[in-house]
């Protein structure tokens, strides 16, 4: 051994990692981190039974069923919009990982809408009868 390095010693990332590794193993305030972690993993398997009892409770009984229409964050209030986004980003500056699939999902969504308008304004022009079609002179 040539050294000796003590925590106080370490750079603020080993520290961070440390206390995340830690917290992680429910070893940093002992018992409180143990049960956090336990009531973490309980409301998590809750979810996830809840979410699929929604499915079932709404689930198609013929077919795959209709999507919900479009643009329904247009109607939620911009002082609810504007903190979900912002811990939306920070979560996806954390979780690389999720925020690039969260910018793909995105940029799948707005494509996916612009097709969707595109398409249905070529429908409307096919539809509407000429104006000049039902004019006799």
């Known amino acids: 051994m040539t ?6 010693e370490y750079p603020l990332a080993a520290k961070l990692l440390r206390w995340g590794v830690d917290g992680h193993m429910g070893l940093l305030s002992g018992p409180a981190n ?4 336990a009531a973490l993993a309980i409301a998590l398997i809750a979810l996830i039974v809840l979410g699929y009892r929604m499915w079932w409770l709404r689930r198609p009984t013929r077919g795959y069923g209709q999507p919900y ?3 329904g964050w247009r109607q939620v209030h911009w002082t609810v919009l504007t903190p979900l ?3 939306t980003a920070a979560a996806g500056i954390f979780v690389p990982l999720m925020g690039v699939s969260l910018v793909l999902f995105l940029v799948i969504d707005a494509l996916l809408g612009l097709r969707s308008r595109r398409t249905a304004r070529r429908q409307d022009r096919t ?7 039902g004019r006799t002179w």
């Open 69 to 71: 229409p479009r643009g």
């Open 3 to 8: 050294g000796e390095l003590r925590f106080a």
């Open 85 to 87: 986004g912002v811990l």
């Open 34 to 37: 143990q049960i956090l972690l």
């Open 127 to 133: 539809l509407q009868p000429d104006a000049q079609a």
